[in-house]
C-alpha cells in the first residue's frame, strides 16, 4: 500500500490504487467512496496504471523514512476499505463481505509500523467505534436501522473500550488531525450508551472542526446534519446551501439531508428532494427505510 503512494503518481489516485492492486477491488465498488460515475473511477485508474509503466515508476516497499509522508493516503485507503465493506451490511456481495475485518486488520498494523504517528491511532479508535455498532445496524428482520434508533444493548462495549484507548493515545501524541476528529464524533455517539442521550451541540462542535482541517463533501454534509440537530433545520439548510453542486449532484445523503430539512420547514419542493434521495439509494433497506420516512 506505501508502494501505491510514490510521489510521481497523482495524489488523488493513490488510494484507489491501493483498493486495487492491494484488496482487489474493481472501479464500480469502490466508486461510492470517492463520490464518482464508475466509468470515471475507470477511466482514472487506467491513465494512473498508464503513467507508472510510461514513465518506469517502480513498484517497491519505501524506505522507513518515506512512510510518513507517504501515511495519509494509505490511512484513507484503508477508511474508504472499511466504508466499501459497511454499505454491504446484509453481506449480498462476497467480495465486500471480508473488507471490514480486513480494513480494521490494516488499521491495526499501520498502528505497529507507526505507533508514534497519531493518526494511525485515530483511524482505529474511528473503525472501533464505527464497528461497535455493527450488529445494531439491522432488526432481526434485516431492516436497516439509523443510528439514532439503534439499540445500544446490542453495541460491542469492548470494541468502544479499545477505540477510547487508541483516541486517547492518538491525542496524548499532540498533533490533532481528521481521523482523529472523526473518531472524536463517534465517541460523543456511542456514548449514549451510557447516558441515553447524544450531546448534538458536542456532534456539530467537532464537525465544524473537522471541516476546518478536511473541508471534504462527506463531512461538510455531515456538519449541517449535526447542526439539524442542534440548531434546527434552517441553520442545516444554510450549510448545504454553500456546498458546490456539481460535488452535491449525486451525493446521497445530501439529498436525504436536504429533504429532512425542507420537510421540518414545511417547504413544498420536499417531495421531489426526497424522491431524488430515493432514488439515489442503491441499498434496498435502506430505500424502503427512506420511503418509509418520507411517507409519513
Avoid at 446484509?90 to 493518526?119: H, I, S, Y
Amino acid at each position: 500500500m506505501f508502494a501505491c503512494a510514490h510521489p510521481a503518481i497523482d495524489p488523488a489516485m493513490h488510494s484507489p490504487l491501493m483498493l486495487q492492486a492491494v484488496l482487489g477491488l474493481d472501479a464500480a465498488r469502490m466508486s461510492a467512496a470517492f463520490v464518482v460515475p464508475p466509468a470515471t473511477m475507470s477511466q482514472r485508474l487506467v491513465r494512473a496504471k498508464a503513467k507508472l509503466r510510461d514513465a518506469g515508476i517502480p513498484f517497491r516497499i519505501p524506505d522507513a523514512d518515506e512512510l510518513p509522508e507517504r501515511l495519509d493516503a494509505v490511512l484513507d485507503a484503508v477508511f474508504a476499505a472499511y466504508g466499501t465493506g459497511w454499505e454491504d451490511a446484509v453481506g449480498t456481495d462476497p467480495l465486500r463481505q471480508e473488507l471490514t475485518a480486513k480494513a480494521l486488520r490494516l488499521a491495526r498494523l499501520v498502528v505497529e509500523l507507526l505507533p508514534a504517528e497519531p493518526e494511525t491511532h485515530g483511524l482505529l479508535a474511528l473503525l472501533l467505534h464505527s464497528h461497535a455498532r455493527r450488529p445494531a445496524r439491522r432488526d432481526a428482520s434485516g431492516n436497516f436501522v439509523p443510528l439514532s434508533e439503534q439499540d445500544v444493548a446490542r453495541w460491542s462495549p469492548g470494541a468502544v473500550e479499545e477505540a477510547e484507548r487508541h483516541l486517547a493515545m492518538a491525542l496524548s501524541l499532540g498533533r490533532v488531525g481528521p481521523y482523529q476528529l472523526q473518531a472524536a464524533i463517534q465517541s460523543v455517539h456511542n456514548r449514549r450508551a451510557l447516558t441515553g442521550r447524544t450531546d448534538w451541540p458536542a456532534v456539530a462542535s467537532l464537525y465544524d472542526g473537522l471541516v476546518a482541517l478536511a473541508p471534504s463533501l462527506g463531512a461538510r454534509v455531515a456538519r449541517a446534519a449535526a447542526h439539524r440537530e442542534a440548531d434546527g433545520a434552517r441553520a442545516a439548510l444554510e450549510l448545504l446551501a454553500g456546498l458546490p453542486p456539481d460535488q452535491a449532484s449525486r451525493y446521497q445523503p445530501y439529498w436525504v439531508l436536504l429533504a429532512r430539512c425542507q420537510a421540518d420547514l414545511g417547504l413544498p419542493e420536499a417531495a421531489g428532494t426526497a424522491a431524488r434521495a430515493i432514488e439515489l439509494t442503491e441499498l434496498p433497506d435502506v430505500r424502503r427505510y427512506l420511503e418509509q420516512v418520507f411517507e409519513t
